[in-house]
């Protein structure tokens, strides 16, 4: 008779039924297998052998010379490479409304600028980072998100921690996941609030690969989901979520439901496998090409040794020197002449030419360039366009490993706006300080029951280093794709902030007159040092997107955009007039224009000129 599921138990049995279907997980043959191959993988891209998956510092190899060690390590060249390039964009998730609504809108804005703001108050960047990195040289990469009092936390975990039922995961869509760690139980009992006595009692020991360097007692910990799921008439039927340590169920009664169709766990990987959850790693598929390269190494080394020893020649009478320790040097008698040695080289060219095939074929297996590894440009490309285009070839090798890189920050959007909606629907009210504008501003959530979806911003089109930002910015700025002022906004270069604060400082503040007038319903006057043209042109394109994106503006606020819009049009009809040249005098109104008092008399129209006239001295 088959077992009960855990989450189909009554609470007094749930601890019992849980650590049986972990510990059956855990001890499971294919389990015991995945932990090995990424305890061997993990070797080959360090370079040097590990006692456990947790082994936090170096052998005797990191100080000593280790014939072991790899100097040929393509794997670390390889996931460090694609690491950096990959990792080195800062995608954002942006909100988009459900409603075209001007509140909505703003709220989206606000909730995006909140969400940029989480991200790096939990140093999203360095931890996804470094999930990205366990997908290469492991079987997945793991971001993982949880409520931590009044706020949602988020950090990677190692993929080994996680496991999956392999019968409910081989579409890979499982019913249940759990996290399974170890902890002291000094650290578990302070930490979660538990009797230290009862947790001592619970202690166990580490699976096989699970190793930790400690005479402390350790505890496990494990915590458990099942998604939520929808009956036939379309209703949501919750799921069950449980933490436990040792045997101690940590989630209060009445608190286990689960509300989501899914698992907080951003799990993604180098490359799908036909079934199951878990992927196969790009060092696993460099494992061949490595230990050739170990081989050829050895053959190296040995040549090189034995091709280096020094010979003196003596003669047999000659004594020979007495303090020679050095294993590398031979002493040859002769009787008359001196025997003519040859020094042939340790190894024939061919043997480095395999050498440097097998490490090209390592980067052309996951089609990453070696003069991008090594930071050099492609012999023959010096044209700027040539370059580019050589690494946009590049890059569309590595496109799903960037959408997946790109997908990470969506995802964890998503689960950080599910559990702070969950926050505020408990009572509490997240703030996170967003930078809006060059300046800090604090957000706080107001409206948690609107729906947005999310979808991520490309990565930069401007380029990675500041010399490639600023040359794209100014092909866009010629090509008349964008304004200065725009592509200064885009570039986003701390260094120059400053200065590119300074610059548009006349956008910024014709972009809050109009904010105040749409946003707040409040009329504020240009000043009058702003350039009035810019200001209407600015102002008149925001009136008119007001007026037919939907956005449902009040009619008083779209008056105020109006009377805005005329007054600085008159301010330049008045600006015209004054700045205008003087206009001629013209004949008088039906004839010959009268001629100046004091001045000779003009030519009848149509005559000959008349004679000059001396001046006339004016009567006293």
């Known amino acids: 008779m088959a077992a009960t599921p855990w989450f189909k138990e009554t609470r007094d049995r749930l601890a019992n039924a849980l650590i049986?279907?972990?510990?059956?997980?855990?001890?499971?043959?294919?389990?015991?297998?995945?932990?090995?191959?990424?305890?061997?993988?993990?070797?080959?891209?360090?370079?040097?052998?590990?006692?456990?998956?947790?082994?936090?510092?170096g052998d005797d190899g990191a100080r000593l010379w280790d014939p072991e060690q790899l100097v040929f390590n393509v794997c670390y060249s390889l996931t460090n490479t694609v690491r950096n390039r990959i990792c080195s964009f800062r995608p954002r998730a942006q909100f988009l409304p459900d409603g075209a609504d001007y509140k909505i809108r703003m709220g989206a804005r606000d909730i995006t600028e909140m969400s940029d703001a989480w991200a790096e108050a939990e140093m999203y960047q360095d931890e996804a980072s470094l999930a990205f990195r366990d997908l290469i040289t492991g079987d997945g990469g793991v971001y993982k998100l949880w409520i931590d009092g009044a706020t949602v936390k988020g950090a990677r975990f190692p993929s080994w921690e996680f496991y999956f039922d392999e019968g409910e995961s081989i579409y890979g869509q499982p019913e249940c996941a759990y996290h399974?760690?170890?902890?002291?139980?000094?650290?578990?009992?302070?930490?979660?609030?538990?009797?230290?006595?009862?947790?001592?009692?619970?202690?166990?020991?580490?699976?096989?690969?699970?190793?930790?360097?400690?005479?402390?007692?350790?505890?496990?910990?494990?915590?458990?989901?099942?998604?939520?799921?929808?009956?036939?008439?379309?209703?949501?039927?919750?799921?069950?979520?449980?933490?436990?340590?040792?045997?101690?169920?940590?989630?209060?009664?009445?608190?286990?439901?689960?509300?989501?169709?899914?698992?907080?766990?951003?799990?993604?990987?180098?490359?799908?496998?036909?079934?199951?959850?878990?992927?196969?790693?790009?060092?696993?598929?460099?494992?061949?090409?490595?230990?050739?390269?170990?081989?050829?190494?050895?053959?190296?080394?040995?040549?090189?040794?034995?091709?280096?020893?020094?010979?003196?020649?003596?003669?047999?009478?000659?004594?020979?020197?007495?303090?020679?320790?050095?294993?590398?040097?031979?002493?040859?008698?002769?009787?008359?002449?001196?025997?003519?040695?040859?020094?042939?080289?340790?190894?024939?060219?061919?043997?480095?030419?395999?050498?440097?095939?097998?490490?090209?074929?390592?980067?052309?297996?996951?089609?990453?360039?070696?003069?991008?590894?090594?930071?050099?440009?492609?012999?023959?490309?010096?044209?700027?366009?040539?370059?580019?285009?050589?690494?946009?070839?590049?890059?569309?090798?590595?496109?799903?490993?960037?959408?997946?890189?790109?997908?990470?920050?969506?995802?964890?959007?998503?689960?950080?706006?599910?559990?702070?909606?969950?926050?505020?629907?408990?009572?509490?009210?997240?703030?996170?300080?967003?930078?809006?504008?060059?300046?800090?501003?604090?957000?706080?959530?107001?409206?948690?029951?609107?729906?947005?979806?999310?979808?991520?911003?490309?990565?930069?089109?401007?380029?990675?280093?500041?010399?490639?930002?600023?040359?794209?910015?100014?092909?866009?700025?010629?090509?008349?794709f964008l304004s200065k002022e725009d592509a200064l906004k885009g570039l986003d270069i701390p260094d120059l902030s400053p200065l590119i604060d300074l610059t548009l400082a006349e956008p910024y503040a014709m972009e809050a007159i109009c904010d105040s007038i749409l946003n707040d319903g409040k009329y504020v006057t240009p000043d009058p040092y702003i350039d009035p043209k810019n200001m209407y042109g600015y102002a008149r394109a925001r009136y008119l997107r007001a007026m037919y994106d939907g956005s449902n503006y009040p009619p008083e606020r779209l008056s105020d955009m109006r009377r805005l819009i005329d007054s600085l049009q008159d301010t330049i009809k008045k600006q015209a007039a004054a700045a205008a040249p003087p206009v001629p005098m013209g004949p008088a109104p039906g004839g010959t224009p009268m001629p100046m008092p004091g001045a000779p008399p003009l030519p009848p129209i149509g005559g000959p000129p008349m004679p000059s006239v001396p001046g006339v001295t004016p009567v006293q």
Do not use: C
């Open 180 to 480: 399974v760690r170890y902890m002291p139980v000094e650290q578990a009992a302070e930490e979660y609030k538990v009797d230290e006595s009862l947790l001592r009692s619970q202690a166990v020991t580490t699976p096989p690969s699970i190793i930790y360097i400690t005479n402390r007692e350790l505890v496990r910990l494990v915590e458990a989901w099942q998604r939520a799921s929808r009956d036939d008439d379309g209703n949501l039927v919750p799921g069950k979520h449980v933490t436990m340590a040792g045997k101690t169920i940590l989630t209060k009664e009445g608190q286990e439901a689960w509300q989501y169709d899914g698992f907080p766990l951003i799990k993604k990987v180098f490359d799908e496998r036909p079934v199951g959850t878990w992927g196969t790693g790009g060092v696993t598929m460099l494992r061949s090409i490595q230990l050739e390269l170990n081989e050829q190494q050895r053959t190296f080394r040995e040549a090189h040794h034995l091709s280096s020893n020094k010979v003196i020649q003596m003669q047999q009478n000659e004594e020979a020197p007495s303090k020679l320790t050095n294993d590398y040097i031979s002493i040859i008698r002769y009787m008359n002449q001196p025997a003519q040695i040859d020094t042939p080289p340790a190894l024939n060219a061919e043997a480095y030419q395999y050498v440097e095939m097998l490490q090209k074929q390592a980067y052309d297996t996951w089609g990453v360039s070696q003069f991008i590894a090594a930071g050099q440009k492609q012999p023959g490309l010096n044209a700027a366009v040539a370059i580019r285009e050589a690494s946009d070839l590049q890059t569309d090798r590595l496109a799903l490993l960037s959408q997946r890189w790109e997908d990470m920050r969506v995802e964890a959007a998503g689960w950080w706006w599910k559990f702070t909606k969950e926050l505020a629907k408990r009572g509490m009210s997240p703030k996170w300080r967003a930078v809006t504008r060059g300046v800090w501003r604090e957000l706080t959530l107001e409206n948690a029951d609107a729906e947005y979806e999310i979808r991520r911003f490309p990565t930069s089109v401007f380029g990675q280093t500041v010399a490639a930002r600023l040359q794209r910015a100014t092909e866009l700025i010629q090509g008349g």
């Open 20 to 57: 049986d279907q972990v510990t059956r997980m855990e001890m499971s043959p294919l389990e015991s297998k995945r932990r090995q191959n990424l305890l061997y993988d993990l070797e080959l891209y360090l370079g040097q052998r590990l006692s456990s998956l947790y082994q936090v510092q």
